[in-house]
């Protein structure tokens, strides 16, 4: 449980507040994850990925890509023998992913929403999503679609902050440094007051662990990451 003295005001999920939401900070959302974590975000999707265990030529689905930081990395995990396939709803976002990655001939870029994935039970080797399930409007139909789409022995990987973090000095920067990075880098300090709101009421790692569980996947684990502040949490799908 977050500790009692954190204000658990409910956050709002409506779709088109998170899209405008994303849409409006898509230009300097890179910048604002390398100064809001001295770049260690990047180490910790390289670790999410490998959580997937995947060969070269799988397919994977990259849920809520953003930018695209994980497609580039699972693009060079699965080789030009595999496909990448990236979702986001927002437009913004995936435009910056398009551009960053245009070389990258294995990702294929969709928009789409996250709660009805326009893909084939069963049609990906594994399905990640990365600093994205705090914003969907149900958590549990996020987490039914990337078991649904995932084959049969393929892992769902979830990477996210987490609201049972015991760490003060990381409730202080969220809550208040944070906003202020927000407000220089990207003149939206709104945004990053929400990514407190939305932490703090977030489910545990241990919840979407037990999500995962009661929707059938095996070898469930979570895996601690900045000082507890970040969470990987894993479930391979049975054949």
């Known amino acids: 449980m977050v500790s009692s003295t954190h204000n658990l005001t409910a956050v709002s999920k409506a779709p088109d507040e998170i899209s405008g939401m994303f849409n409006r900070i898509a230009k ?51 080789g030009r023998d595999g496909l ?3 979702i986001d709803f927002s437009e913004s ?12 001939a294995n990702i294929h870029w969709v928009q789409g929403d996250a709660l009805v994935l326009p893909f084939n039970d069963n049609q990906f080797h594994g399905s ?6 705090r914003n969907v409007a149900s958590v549990h139909q996020a987490l039914s679609e990337m078991i649904r789409v995932t084959r049969p022995g393929g892992w769902v990987v979830n990477l996210d902050t987490t609201s049972d973090c015991k760490n003060p000095l990381i409730w202080f920067y969220f809550s208040s440094l944070m ?25 545990t790692p241990a ?8 929707m ?19 479930g391979q799908k049975p054949n």
Not at 53 to 73: F, I, K, M, R, S
Request: include cysteine.
């Open 128 to 133: 990640i999503i990365s600093f994205g399930l």
């Open 93 to 104: 976002m995936l435009a910056i992913a398009q551009n960053r990655f245009s070389n990258l």
């Open 28 to 78: 300097t959302y890179d910048l604002m994850n390398d100064c809001m974590t001295g770049g260690l975000h990047r180490q910790w999707k390289i670790k999410a990925c490998k959580a997937l265990q995947l060969q070269p030529g799988n397919t994977v689905l990259d849920v809520c890509t953003g930018t695209g930081d994980l497609a580039a990395v699972l693009s060079k995990i699965v």
């Open 207 to 214: 919840i979407i662990q037990s999500y995962l569980e009661e």
């Open 84 to 86: 990448v396939t990236g």
């Open 179 to 203: 906003p202020r990075l927000g407000k220089i880098l990207s003149r939206d300090p709104k945004a990053y007051q929400y990514l407190f709101q939305s932490t703090q009421t977030f489910e």
């Open 216 to 234: 059938g996947l095996i070898h469930t684990q979570k895996i601690a990451l900045g000082f507890g502040s970040v969470s990987i949490q894993i």
